[in-house]
């Protein structure tokens, strides 16, 4: 199978396999064994393959093949990357021995083959105060928070009045903090009352009806944006993925094909818009579990644009779509999503423009696209501080509560900001006019 070729118009084209291979080899990503093998290490991940090279003998070429123990050349039987780059590297060496230039550096035999590994800096005297002081800043900042929502207008009726909104999605997010079951969760809920944060005390069997109310959703979902607000000057850039949450219920089915029933957790998939420095999420999608990423990209574009300027935005190969090109080409965004392997130039465009950058400029592309691991750091940070799953049982009470988890990470990630950027920890009092940000809601 011969290697693909992109075509960019009059007349030249680029081998891509040809490109890759050269990286590699400039790379010195290249290193000979002692018995004449070679290892090629892989630019994006831990991964080496054994290259080696063989006589070519006219007589016996079927036999004496170069050999490689990479997937591609187990399937197609052909030269892949890792053998042309030895290839160039053996050129290289050869065109220094006859003009006299000194020998390529070797890694001594026996000493173990070492690439250096991106450290990043961490401030941690910042990390320290925040930690050690989040969680009375938590319940401050909570309480800030809730007491921006306009109460709706309840009529007068027998029974005992209602607990106000504000109350209830105090105690809502601060239960989910606490990690408690609703029982457990009494005495901290009655310290927030002693210290003002909240006016009454709500049952647990309250807090449980709050959450199983459809309607909570959509203040609890105007809540994210709200809370991300405070670090709108430090995020430009931004990643999108999905994760799931499991549930303590099973869902069951009959399977006719075998005769027997089957089981497995309940979960519900989020989809969110996060940013790459603070890990603040902006945006929030959950919809069908088994619904897909990429239809939940513009939405969450869409979202984000609210509060925050995108000027980039990465995503992994679940998102390739011309449409979501086409989201952030809209909002004079860049996109850094990946392609997948039968991607090509397409009709041009944004798209042609990455997919050319992603091919022959390699390194500039994935220095940007490897932001996107900052997404998986957020959920990361969720599921270790707020637990991988979720307590409720309906699936309405199961949404809202990964929302009001989420809720809590904002406001843990802006007490991270203040102590380490000097941000502001304050929620505004009123809604800002271009964020378009409503809290009132009717019950």
Avoid at 11 to 26: H, P, T, W
Avoid at 77 to 95: E, F, M, S, T, Y
Avoid at 143 to 165: F, N, T
Wanted: glycine letters at 6%; proline letters at 5%; a neutral charge.
């Amino acid at each position: 199978m011969s290697a693909p070729a992109l075509n960019l118009g009059r007349g030249r084209a680029v081998d891509i396999q040809k490109e890759k291979a050269r990286e590699l080899a400039d790379r010195g990503r290249c290193v000979q064994n002692p018995d004449g093998s070679w290892f090629v290490f892989s630019l994006t991940s831990s991964n080496k393959y054994k290259v080696v090279l063989n006589d070519m003998d006219p007589k016996t070429a079927a036999h004496n093949r170069h050999t490689c123990t990479c997937p591609a050349f187990e399937l197609h039987q052909d030269g892949c990357k890792h053998i042309r780059a030895v290839l160039w590297v053996k050129r290289q060496d050869d065109a220094d021995r006859r003009e006299g230039n000194p020998p390529r550096e070797r890694i001594p035999d026996g000493e173990p083959i070492r690439f250096p590994r991106k450290t990043y800096t961490q401030n941690w005297p910042a990390y320290e105060a925040a930690q050690t002081n989040e969680k009375a800043e938590f319940l401050q900042l909570l309480s800030d928070l809730c007491r921006m929502i306009v109460e709706p207008e309840l009529k007068r009726g027998r029974g005992r009045p209602r607990a106000s909104l504000a109350d209830q999605v105090f105690a809502a997010c601060y239960k989910v903090y606490s990690g408690f079951s609703g029982r457990r969760f009494t005495t901290d809920l009655r310290d927030a009352v002693d210290k003002g944060h909240i006016g009454e005390a709500i049952s647990y069997s309250g807090i449980a009806r709050f959450l199983e109310d459809e309607e909570s959703y959509p203040l609890l979902h105007s809540l994210i944006m709200q809370t991300a607000l405070p670090l709108k000057g430090l995020e430009t850039k931004f990643a999108a993925d999905s994760s799931g949450f499991s549930a303590c219920k099973f869902d069951r089915w009959y399977d006719a094909k075998y005769g027997r029933m089957h089981q497995e957790h309940s979960w519900v998939k989020v989809h969110i818009m996060t940013g790459v420095l603070t890990n603040v999420v902006t945006a929030v999608e959950i919809g069908n579990k088994e619904a897909g990423d990429c239809p939940m990209f513009p939405p969450l574009v869409k979202a984000t644009t609210v509060g925050f300027k995108i000027e980039e935005a990465s995503a992994d190969k679940a998102y390739g779509s011309h449409e979501n090109y086409d989201t952030l080409e809209a909002i004079g965004a860049i996109p850094y999503i990946a392609f997948k392997i039968n991607a090509s130039e397409g009709n041009g465009g944004l798209w042609a423009k990455m997919y050319h950058l992603f091919c022959l400029q390699k390194d500039e592309f994935l220095r940007h696209y490897h932001q996107r691991s900052n997404v998986e750091s957020t959920f990361s940070m969720v599921k270790r501080k707020l637990g991988d799953s979720v307590r409720s049982k309906t699936d309405i009470a199961m949404k809202n509560e990964v929302l009001a988890k989420l809720i809590c990470h904002n406001i843990c990630c802006v007490i991270q900001s203040a102590y380490e950027f000097g941000v502001e920890p304050i929620f505004a009092t009123e809604p800002e006019h271009d964020s378009k940000m409503i809290l009132k809601f009717h019950f």
